[in-house]
């Protein structure tokens, strides 16, 4: 394993940087660091890495959603206020109708499994969205109107969201019974995950602030809890629906509301170690991609991946309707909801293992829909933000500028006076 674990480094930091020398997101050479030591390839990763692979992939999110909840301003997210919330749903319920509707005559499939298909490709990835969006808040781009932290959060409950579908769609895949009360998961699931991540974050808040340790302790103290969140919701399943990624992210914004200096000494912290986190992250996603399957894959595959995503970028700008963003940032927001990959790589092989018909076919769009959309988002996002998006210093010094030939006619006034 240790082994494994340098090739990972080594390769993902070397590639890494070939991409980003080549003015190519470094993503994309960590991603396919994946797919050259992945068991699809050649196959040089340790199996007892691959078999926690998905525990890995946790912590590595954790990170990452900690950071993101020590940096979410809860007060400049209500600004924001219903393209918010509408964000969490519409661009993923477009996107689900759009593969229902287009996924049958071309793939063949049910309209049943069509819908288990669109539930799993539909998830956008919170570990391409949240650092990207975490750079342009900490330069301050697009955050006088609350862009990224709007992109943000929005992709957070995006997950929870279909994955509850999936589930929902897969019961009645396997012959089960879906009732009304079923859809109640969805509101549950988040407002258990806010209730738990908040409580604890005002508990910790208070604890760290009556108890003086480094800052490295906490950070442990923090984590610990964390990774409680994911158990409990284990714990919980089949009884009552709960968010544990959201409990991170909520646990974190919590903190940054009562203490924040803490926030802003532990975001730093978290930080670094996203550094290497990104890396084991993005290769095992990678890894889990099946280069047979993707090369397998017809051109109406292909298509309906295409499809989709022009459905999700239709339900983004939806979202935007009557907003006060114009029309290159309400692009910036359709670009930078394409990106999927880690739910993907994580639900996307369960239709199969669950005997169902449609398996193979929606694992194989799965994967490439992480092949297509992780690069395109990220590479999008690093090639847009610029053009699209204008810094708070940009935009007080553009609403703050007179133009010359007024203050002259002002001037001139003021003589004939």
């Known amino acids: 394993m240790l082994t494994s674990l340098a090739y990972i480094f080594i390769l993902g930091l070397s590639l890494g940087y070939v991409f980003s020398r080549l003015k190519l997101p470094s993503l994309l050479g960590i991603l396919l660091t994946g797919v050259i030591l992945g068991p699809y390839f050649l196959n040089v990763l340790s199996p007892s890495l691959l078999s926690i692979s998905v525990e890995l992939r946790q912590i590595a999110l954790v990170i990452i959603l ?111 019974t879906i009732t009304p009360t079923s859809f109640t998961q969805i509101p549950i699931s988040i407002i258990t995950g806010l209730g738990l991540g908040i409580g604890l974050g005002f508990i910790l808040s208070k604890f760290f602030k009556l108890y003086h340790m480094r800052d490295s302790i906490k950070i442990v103290i923090m984590m610990s809890v964390a990774f409680l969140f994911l158990g409990v919701e284990e714990w919980l399943k089949g009884i009552v629906p709960l968010s544990g990624l959201l409990s991170v992210m909520a646990m974190g914004a919590t903190v940054l509301k009562l203490y924040p200096k803490l926030a802003t000494r532990t975001s730093q912290k978290f930080s670094k170690l996203w550094i290497a986190a990104e890396i084991l992250l993005f290769v095992l996603v990678g890894a889990t991609v099946d280069i047979q399957y993707a090369l397998s894959a017809g051109i109406g595959m ?45 639900i996307g ?69």
């Open 66 to 176: 900690m950071r993101a909840g020590l940096a979410l301003n809860i007060a400049e997210l209500k600004k924001v206020g219903r393209p918010a919330l509408l964000m969490c749903f519409v661009p993923a319920c477009f996107e689900i109708i759009g593969i229902t509707l287009i996924a049958p005559p071309l793939l063949g499939i049910s309209t049943l499994e069509a819908a288990i298909m669109g539930a799993v490709v539909a998830a956008v990835s919170p570990a391409i969205i949240v650092p990207k969006m975490l750079f342009l808040m900490e330069n301050k781009i697009g955050t006088k109107k609350s862009i990224p932290q709007m992109i943000m959060a929005g992709g957070s409950v995006d997950d929870v969201f279909v994955i509850v579908l999936f589930t929902t769609f897969t019961t009645l895949g396997l012959g089960g």
């Open 302 to 346: 292909i298509v309906v991946i295409i499809f989709a995503l022009i459905c999700r970028m239709i339900g983004v700008y939806m979202c935007m309707i009557k907003t006060e963003l114009n029309s290159k940032e309400r692009l910036f927001c359709m670009v930078a909801y394409l990106p999927k990959a880690t739910v993907q790589a994580a």
């Open 349 to 417: 092989s369960l239709p199969l293992a669950m005997g169902l018909p449609c398996g193979k076919t929606v694992l194989t769009v799965a994967v490439l829909a992480i092949i297509i959309t992780a690069p395109l988002g990220a590479f999008g996002i690093d090639m847009t933000y610029k053009r699209l998006l204008r810094s708070e210093d940009e935009q007080d010094r553009s609403s703050s500028d007179i133009p010359s030939d007024s203050i002259s006619e002002l001037g001139e006034e003021h003589k004939i006076k």
